[in-house]
């Protein structure tokens, strides 16, 4: 028994790739760069963290050893 193979009822031009997307592809992308978007031009309310003096010391010096 041989399988039915589904032909296409419309054809497109000649090097051309006919995709078709689902309409969440395009849409939650689209809010995701939104949002992103949105909280880079308004932080709001951040603050810069405080950290512990000494912690601070140490990376310090971490970053002086490693870029010589």
């Known amino acids: ?7 296409r009822s419309h054809t ?3 090097g051309r790739v ?3 997307l689902p309409w969440w592809a395009v ?10 978007l949105l909280l880079i ?7 810069a963290a405080s950290g512990d003096p000494a912690l601070t010391h140490l990376l310090e010096r971490v970053q002086e050893s490693l870029s010589r």
Request: hydrophobic letters at 55%.
């Open 41 to 47: 031009t308004a932080p709001g309310q951040a603050q």
């Open 27 to 36: 849409v939650l992308p689209a809010i995701a760069f939104a949002i992103l």
């Open 12 to 14: 497109t031009a000649p």
């Open 18 to 20: 006919d995709i078709k």
């Open 1 to 7: 028994m041989s399988a039915h193979i589904p032909t």
